[in-house]
């Protein structure tokens, strides 16, 4: 398979950024503004990209899955190092 270059964030989106864009936070575990959001469904990340989009006039959009898995291997330039969703052992 063969991707177009894409970027992709290095976290998640925090918390901080979700109440930046949304003006609240959903997640169950609070105070904690670098953790992750939680507790969104597809539909509120959809609004939060809208919405995204709309505040920075860029297009940013979820990762495909062939996109996500690639990134998690380390790209072109992962030199056999472990990273996330890979198994090791």
Known sequence: MTLSDFYIAKT??????????MGNNPSDFKDCDQCPVE???WNDVQAFIQKLNAKTNK???LPTE???EYAARGGAKSQAFY???RITG
Not at 12 to 21: I, L, N, P, S, Y
């Open 59 to 61: 297009k940013y959009r």
């Open 12 to 21: 998640e989106v925090t918390q901080a950024m979700w109440r930046a864009v």
């Open 83 to 85: 990273h996330a969703g």
């Open 39 to 41: 507790q969104v469904s």
């Open 66 to 68: 062939a996109e996500w």
